[in-house]
């Protein structure tokens, strides 16, 4: 499935990614190469969308 990687602060899009599944909130995601903490998954009609917070 993909999903819309947004930052949570400037609800900016980050990018776009393939998941085999969904992560739970305060999980970490690697996107080029750059680690976020996921804060809240929304799932909308345009699809899934993960709010992030960067973490390093």
């Known amino acids: 499935m ?3 990687l947004i930052n949570q602060k ?3 899009l980050i ?3 393939k998941l085999m599944f969904l992560p ?3 999980e970490w ?3 080029n190469n ?3 903490s996921v804060y809240r998954i929304v799932h909308t009609e345009d ?3 993960i709010r992030v917070v960067d973490a390093r």
């Open 2 to 4: 993909k999903a819309k």
């Open 10 to 12: 400037s609800k900016a």
């Open 15 to 17: 990018g776009e990614l």
């Open 24 to 26: 739970r909130e305060n």
């Open 29 to 31: 995601i690697e996107f």
């Open 34 to 36: 750059k680690i976020y």
């Open 47 to 49: 699809g899934i969308r």
